[in-house]
């Protein structure tokens, strides 16, 4: 299994980003998937995931309301619309499916991982 990750990028506060997660060598619908994050000097944080059929979400409250994760089966790809960024939401965002039945939150609970992209907020 392949992820990529992409949409990364240096933004004001306040402004908005779209990542994208490209996935390859899997039936993409079959999994649920997630969005972590890592800020400089801190543990990877779950940030938002999907369940297969993208009809179930789930949040960290950190970024609930302003962060809208959803899928396209039919393209291989999970998006994680940001908007109202604030400078704390500075990390490096990772994508990650789940080979395993059953929902997940925990950065434990997810098997393959994209190479990360970098979102900056300026203050």
């Known amino acids: 299994v392949q992820l990529q990750a992409s949409g990364g990028g240096l933004v004001q506060a306040g402004g908005s980003l779209r990542l994208s997660c490209a996935g390859s060598?899997?039936?993409?619908?079959?999994?649920?998937m997630g969005w972590f994050r890592q800020a400089p000097g801190k543990e990877r944080e779950f940030v938002a995931a999907?369940?297969?059929?993208?009809?179930?979400?789930n949040y960290a409250d950190s970024v609930k309301g302003r962060f809208t994760i959803s899928r396209d089966n039919a393209k291989n790809t999970v998006y994680l619309q940001m908007h109202s960024l604030k400078p704390e939401d500075t990390a490096v965002y990772y994508c990650?499916?789940?080979?395993?039945?059953?929902?997940?939150?925990?950065?434990?609970?997810?098997?393959?991982w994209g190479q990360g992209t970098q979102v900056t907020v300026s203050s």
């Open positions: 990650a499916l789940r080979a395993r039945s059953g929902w997940s939150f925990a950065r434990t609970g997810y098997d393959y």
């Open positions: 060598g899997r039936t993409f619908s079959y999994y649920d």
């Open positions: 999907i369940q297969l059929s993208g009809t179930s979400t």
